[in-house]
């Protein structure tokens, strides 16, 4: 079975542009996470997706927006960037809900570097 | 507040020396527990999850943890560590809402 797949890797913008980040899960799994990984914030979570509906969110500004599609492939949008947003975005996916014991699949993740 | 606490941002042993990394949780959150590791450069992987029943669960690599619940605690224990296991450790918690509630992670470090 192929594993979580992200693209990119990397990604270079500067303030005020937009950014998506695409995820796609491992085949069948309907839940898919999203996080934001710095040194200084640790990974923080930012949403989960589940058969097309957002089911739970981090403490993230409106900025951050996600959606997911009919083949459980994600896609995050990260809107006006700022510089405090360069990180490392990773998704993550699981056969349900990632609280109720199921176990999550990582993607390698994205850099994004805001200029 | 739910919460998942790790007491130590880093942990410093010595190769072949036993090692715990403490991870504890509020007692709002639900008890499936799991513990990840994200090696340098890598996204994150399972390495053992307590669900119920036993309450020394055993992972990958030699890791077990240990579920104790009037302590609400779940402690990372390896015997004997080696340099392979540089990498940071993530103890997380399933709450009620379905929502996976994480902690900020430890960083073990391997004295050769």
Sequence with gaps: KAGVTQ???YLIKTRGQQVTLSC??????RSVSWYQQTPGQGLQFLFEY???TQRNKGNFPGRFSGRQFSNSRSEMNVSTLELG?????????????????HEQFFGPGTRLTVL | ???VT?????VPVFEEAPVELR?????SVSVYLFWYVQYPNQGLQLLLKYLSGSTLVKGINGF???FNKSQTSFHLRKPSVHISDTAEYFCAAGNSNYQLIWGAGTKLIIKP
């Design chain 2, 23 to 27: 991870c504890n949780y509020s007692s």
């Design chain 2, 1 to 3: 507040a739910q919460s």
């Design chain 1, 7 to 9: 693209t990119p890797r």
């Design chain 2, 64 to 66: 077990e943890a240990e």
């Design chain 2, 6 to 10: 790790q007491l130590d941002s880093q």
């Design chain 1, 85 to 101: 947003d360069s990180a490392l975005y990773l998704c993550a996916s699981s056969n349900g809900l990632a609280g109720v014991s």
């Design chain 1, 24 to 29: 796609s899960p491992i085949s069948g799994h």
């Design chain 1, 50 to 52: 589940f058969s097309e």
